[in-house]
């Protein structure tokens, strides 16, 4: 197992930078994520890292080897990067048979006809593609080309894995199964992987290490739970999650040497450990860190059910005070009606606060 290194990458293009500054580390046997919305530089990044883009600064290596390095003007071609990719469009070759598909580029590295064989017959039971070795992709649904081009990666046997939203052609039923297939995938192969995608159920469920970017730049890297519970600044706390954060703005005051963020009608007390840094703060809080009671409660604030929406597993409420709205996320199907008067607290150990000017969480990590 391997690690792949990028240090300050950067490209342009005509003077657009799609990648303004980037250092990456990727553990040996690692699955990490690049996630973010789209035009933010992900494909970008890992065009870079296969060799099929020019960075303009920086160096990447895999491994021990340095494939890129623009100050010592190297530049190893992607053929000789011994990469296994699965990009965007699964783009099989339509002249050619499953079977073909998957075994050009193992023809293409001298493997003995046995091994090529013996291979191919793997990658094809892993996918569960065995009866289709000889179809056409035109023959083939979506779902199943994108398990070709799965399976050619398989076969491959890198020790480094490249995917850019592979399952972005699948329904979502297919899309489930098959990111539990790439999870089970990544953990028989080991090759250290770099997965891009925008969509964050994916991220959160497939990596090890998520990368957050916006316009070309890191906005977090760490752990799925810390990119959902510590997100560093607003822009993760609020791309993350799904309803959205809630996220009030509120003026801070100290009452007898305790720190209060009063934030419409509701009033929070500042752990000690957030230092504040302006007289306005913005404090956030996720849908399902909200509790909810049908009956008054001492201390919890009135509000008015103003929407219901069950989704079967779960509930999406929203609710309204007099100040504010907020989005609730209560575990199984509710029967409550709009209208209906229910009282609201939040857990606060789960809020997280910002400087609204910098937008950096003042939670330190940890
Ligand atoms: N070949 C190119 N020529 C000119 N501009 C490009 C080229 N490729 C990408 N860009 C620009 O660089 C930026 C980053 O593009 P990139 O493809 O890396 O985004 P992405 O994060 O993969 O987005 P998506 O989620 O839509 O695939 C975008 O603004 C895009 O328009
Ligand atoms: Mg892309």
């Known amino acids: 197992m391997q690690k792949i290194v990028l240090n300050g990458i950067q490209k342009s293009y005509a003077k657009e930078p799609a990648v303004r500054h980037l250092d990456l580390i990727v553990e040996p046997g690692s699955f990490l994520t690049i996630l973010g919305p789209s035009g933010c530089g992900k494909t970008t990044t890992l065009r870079s890292i296969a060799g099929l883009e020019e960075p303009d600064a920086g160096d990447i290596q895999l491994g021990d080897r340095t494939v890129f390095s623009r100050s010592q003007g190297i530049i190893v071609p992607p053929e000789q990067r011994n990469l296994g990719l699965i990009f965007q469009s699964y783009a099989l070759w339509p002249h050619m048979t499953v079977e073909r598909n998957i075994t050009l580029a193992l023809k293409e590295q001298k493997l003995s006809s046995g091994e090529v064989e013996s291979r191919l017959q793997s990658a094809l039971e892993m996918v569960q593609l065995t009866p289709y070795r000889n179809r056409y992709p035109s023959e083939l649904s979506g779902g199943q080309q994108q398990r070709v081009a799965v399976a050619r990666l398989i076969a491959l046997r890198s020790q480094f894995l490249l995917m850019d939203e592979p399952l972005s052609n699948l329904d979502a039923k297919l899309r489930t199964e098959m990111r539990t297939e790439l999870k089970r995938l990544h953990r028989e192969l080991e090759a250290t992987t770099v997965y891009v995608t925008h969509d964050q159920i994916e991220a959160l469920t497939l990596s090890d290490i998520i990368v957050v970017m916006n316009g070309g730049l890191v906005m977090q ?133 910002f400087d609204p000017e910098t937008e950096q969480n003042l939670i330190s990590e940890g």
């Open 221 to 353: 890297q760490g752990t799925p739970y810390d990119i959902y519970h510590h997100p560093g600044n607003l822009f993760v706390a609020e791309f993350i999650g799904d309803p959205p954060i809630n996220k009030f703005t509120g003026s801070f005051i100290r009452e007898d040497g305790v720190g209060i963020l009063q934030c419409g009608d509701h009033r929070l007390t500042l752990p000690c450990h957030v230092i504040p840094t302006r007289e306005t703060l913005v404090a956030t809080i996720r849908p399902e860190n909200i509790m909810i009671s049908e009956q008054e409660k001492d201390g919890w604030l009135k509000t008015t059910l103003d929407s219901v929406q069950p989704t079967g597993a779960s509930t999406i409420l929203q609710v309204k005070s007099e100040k504010s709205v907020m989005t609730l996320l209560q575990p199984g199907f509710m029967r409550m009606a709009v209208g209906d008067s229910v009282w609201v607290q939040m857990d606060m150990t789960k809020v997280n606060y």
